[in-house]
């Protein structure tokens, strides 16, 4: 599988002049549905390291643990069909999703109970200039999984209004 590094960096949405923020798709990161994750020999799944204060912004997913499923050529970024999942994700030291739909979104996969995903010392946050055209979601969604590691995080909201999701959750 492939393998991203992230360290100080950045991953943004663009606007172009005259155009109006938008969201993005966001990281995708697949894997194999039948295989077993494993961080030292790993060679079947994808792996996200993101880390000294890297930062996701404006992403319909910050990090999608699944391939999106295309529909007559067209990605459809909200439609999670495919049986790529099973990558990794490791976030640590102030990695932050910030006005992410979703911030991490794993798809189900479940081989050997292992799952070797860890949350550590990351910020997610909607704050003052999260785009008005969609709802959030979560900062975390799992699908099916289990064993994902989360601990030392922050989960915001830090615009001075209540933002809510799409079932009007706060």
């Given at each position: 599988g492939g393998k991203l590094t992230i360290q100080n960096t950045v991953l943004t949405n663009f606007v172009g002049c005259g155009d109006e923020p938008d969201y993005w798709l966001g990281v995708e990161v697949w894997g194999n549905s039948n295989a077993v994750q494993n961080i030292i020999s790993n060679t079947t799944q994808g792996?996200?390291?993101?880390?000294?204060?890297?930062?996701?912004e404006y992403a319909i997913n910050g990090?999608?643990?699944?391939?999106?499923?295309?529909?007559?050529?067209?990605?459809?970024?909200?439609?999670?069909?495919?049986?790529?999942?099973?990558?990794?994700?490791?976030?640590?030291?102030?990695?932050?999703?910030?006005?992410?739909?979703?911030?991490?979104?794993?798809?189900?996969?479940?081989?050997?109970?292992?799952?070797?995903?860890?949350?550590?010392?990351?910020?997610?946050?909607w704050d003052e200039n999260f785009i008005q055209s969609k709802k959030p979601r979560v900062h975390i969604a799992i699908n099916s999984c289990t064993n994902i590691r989360v601990g030392s995080s922050k989960f915001l909201q830090s615009a001075t209004h209540l933002y809510t999701n799409k079932n009007d959750w706060g």
């Open positions: 792996l996200l390291r993101m880390s000294n204060n890297s930062r996701i990090v999608l643990l699944s391939k999106r499923v295309e529909i007559d050529g067209v990605i459809s970024p909200e439609s999670y069909l495919s049986t790529n999942n099973g990558g990794i994700v490791i976030t640590e030291d102030n990695a932050t999703f910030l006005n992410c739909l979703y911030g991490i979104h794993f798809q189900p996969y479940n081989i050997g109970n292992v799952n070797v995903s860890t949350i550590g010392s990351s910020v997610f946050n």
